[in-house]
């Protein structure tokens, strides 16, 4: 599935406050775009603009497959990896995992779940409560939701936050990994060594 995604003169504001304005950029399958900037410069509202949860002040996000698609559509290709995205507490890892999964309509077995987990660092946890998982572990379980999906989009929004250096480098590894199996990532992070990960960067 080749998707391209054209984000064409965007700006954000909240009443008369400017998030950001003048905004292009440009990313096809198999590419990552790293989105920078300081605390509050409106990164993680650039995402959900991007995802069609939150509507752009001026200019347009275009996204198409043969066709293009509208907000509804779009969410339908997209994972969103955030601090506000939570997990259910009172299910296991894998119970939250095969939950993700069936909302998305991919097929995915408890032993796939548990596959997943041990990938992402998870396995001796996978099947204790997200209730008892610290920060990290969370944070963890959100990335292996992401892989089990595996959406054409992923859309990260400081992935390696409340990881551990082990955590950090598997969150590059994922990001390469989305990218050689031709899914468009969009980045946003102030860690000036995932910045480099994209093919092309915009700075808000």
Request: aromatic share 6%; hydrophobic share 40%; glycine share 8%.
């Amino acid at each position: 599935m080749e998707i391209r995604i054209v984000v064409d003169n965007i700006g954000k504001s909240f009443g008369e406050e400017l998030l950001f304005s003048n905004v292009f950029a440009e990313i096809v399958s198999g590419q990552c775009l790293t989105v920078t900037g300081c605390n509050g410069s409106g990164k993680s509202t650039f995402l959900k603009i991007i995802a069609g949860l939150v509507r752009p002040s001026s200019g347009q996000v275009k996204l198409m497959l043969d066709n293009r698609l509208s907000p509804n559509e779009r969410i339908h290709y997209m994972g969103l990896v955030s601090p506000e995205v939570s997990m259910y507490a009172a299910l296991t890892g894998i119970e939250n995992i095969i939950f993700w999964t069936k909302m998305r309509g991919v097929a995915c077995s408890a032993a796939e779940a548990e596959k997943v987990c041990q990938q992402m660092g998870l396995g001796k946890n996978a099947c204790d409560l997200v209730a008892t998982y610290s920060t990290g572990m969370r944070q963890r379980l959100k990335l292996a939701v992401i892989q089990a999906v595996h959406p054409p989009i992923w859309l990260l929004d400081e992935p390696s936050s409340n990881l551990d250096g082990n955590g950090r480098e598997l969150v590059k590894e994922l990001i390469f990994a989305a990218n050689r199996q031709n899914a468009a990532v969009i980045l946003a992070t102030n860690e000036s060594g995932e910045a480099l990960y994209g093919k092309s960067t915009i700075k808000l």
